[in-house]
């Protein structure tokens, strides 16, 4: 493999992932791939980020298009041989105004948050360099926590779930949507409910992804963790957010980039990893 270092950070032409991008070209010593679904939204961000000094790679990606993630896959393997830094940031949200029907919104944001991180990181696990970081962007909402059902929480929290079974249980959830009773099954009943679950199902998948690399490939030494960057003022959070983005990189940043021993772990936006499946999370800021 080549011994150019790659890092990629999925959905990173504005926001947090625009932060994390930045702060990567700054204090990254090898190519850093900035991607976006559309590409001229892409172009602009590249040019905000040249005119700073700095120098990202520029590859569409679309997480919602196998299409896309194959495209963008070979192309790494190409030039590159490999990666040494995949931060997964794409998200969608939904505000409490939101025009679209409930059931649409929880198709749409499984599809991304969930979805989309899970076949990224199937599809780029393999070019995975040794001592590899992955990083994969939750939530405060992403704790177990705010899952209401004590059920659900244990299935969620699980040591032999699997990739298959989570899979499952964040199928029931859209399909519990779809006919009227996710109240009732114990997923919540608020606007935040298909958001929290798409988060956590990203910090259990984390966990799980964890454990197949110590399993399957230890020698590899990858490192996966999940992290909540922080409240950040962001379109997400309709710019209500305490923290500006290149505050909510730091986090990401730190997992990615610093020496921290962590595998496996939910991390909050101070850089200490916390329990994720027990108790209350602390504040979210």
Known sequence: MSDVKIAVVTGSNKGIGY??????CERFDGKVYLTARNVSRG?????KLNALGLKPFLHQ??????????????HLLKEHQGIDILINNAAIGFGDDAPEPFIQQAEDTINVNYYGLLNVCRTLFPLMKRNGRVVNISSSLGHLHWIPSDDLKK???????TIEKLNQLIDKFVSDVKLGKHEDEG??????????????????L???????????????????????????D?????????????????????????????????V???????????????SQY
């Open 19 to 24: 932060g994390i991008v930045k702060g990567l």
């Open 206 to 232: 984390s966990i799980i992804q964890q454990k197949k690399f110590d399993e399957e490939c230890p020698n590899r030494n990858i490192s996966v963790n999940s992290v909540h960057p922080g409240f950040v």
């Open 61 to 74: 990606l679309d997480v919602t298009d196998q299409e896309s993630i194959n495209k963008f896959r070979d």
């Open 43 to 47: 172009i602009e961000a590249v040019k």
């Open 268 to 282: 909050w936006c101070d850089k200490n990893p916390i329990e994720w499946s027990t108790g209350i999370p602390p």
């Open 187 to 204: 997923w919540g009943n608020n606007s935040e409910c298909t958001y929290r679950v798409s988060k956590a199902g990203v910090s259990a």
């Open 155 to 161: 299935k969620f929290s699980d040591p032999t779930l």
């Open 234 to 266: 962001t379109d997400l959070t309709a710019h209500l957010g305490e923290l500006t983005i290149e505050e909510g990189a730091e986090a990401p940043l730190f997992l990615a980039l610093e020496e921290h021993g962590f595998k496996g772990k939910y």
